[in-house]
């Protein structure tokens, strides 16, 4: 079992900047794969930015060049560092580790349903 839990999130003007943070908890040592997800109201859940089995970083079109994943502690750890937000990007926030899937690449990290774990998720709100 992982326990995942976020930390970081409200409300910042457009142009503005958040970190949300996530705290992995359990058998940590079995996480393949962790990623940042979002959901927007009446929108379907979006992968925007991953580690990948191999360590490496995939993002979505959406957040390149605006958001930072990193990580601390064997991944125990993870950060979204969030810049120019806009407010498309106004959503629930949630952090997602795999433990079942040994290889998951590219874009396959951004895939939810192949996510077995997920944080309760934590509200971004950006306004004009």
């Known amino acids: 079992q992982v326990q995942l839990m976020e930390s970081g999130g409200g409300s910042v003007q457009v142009g503005g900047s958040l970190i949300l943070s996530c705290t992995a908890s359990?058998?940590?040592?079995?996480?393949?794969?962790m990623g940042w997800f979002r959901q927007a109201p009446g929108e379907e859940r979006e992968g925007i930015v991953a580690?990948?089995?191999?360590?490496?970083?995939t993002y979505a079109d959406s957040v390149k060049g605006r958001f930072t994943i990193s990580e601390a502690n064997a991944k125990n750890t993870l950060y979204l560092q969030m810049n120019s937000l806009q407010p498309e990007d106004t959503g629930m926030y949630y952090c997602?580790?795999?433990?079942?899937?040994?290889?998951?690449?590219?874009?396959?990290?951004?895939?939810?349903?192949?996510?077995?774990?997920w944080g309760q998720g934590i509200q971004v709100t950006v306004s004009s």
């Open positions: 997602a580790a795999d433990t079942l899937t040994p290889v998951m690449t590219g874009s396959q990290a951004l895939r939810g349903h192949l996510y077995n774990y």
């Open positions: 359990g058998d940590t040592h079995a996480n393949y794969c």
């Open positions: 580690f990948d089995s191999d360590g490496t970083t």
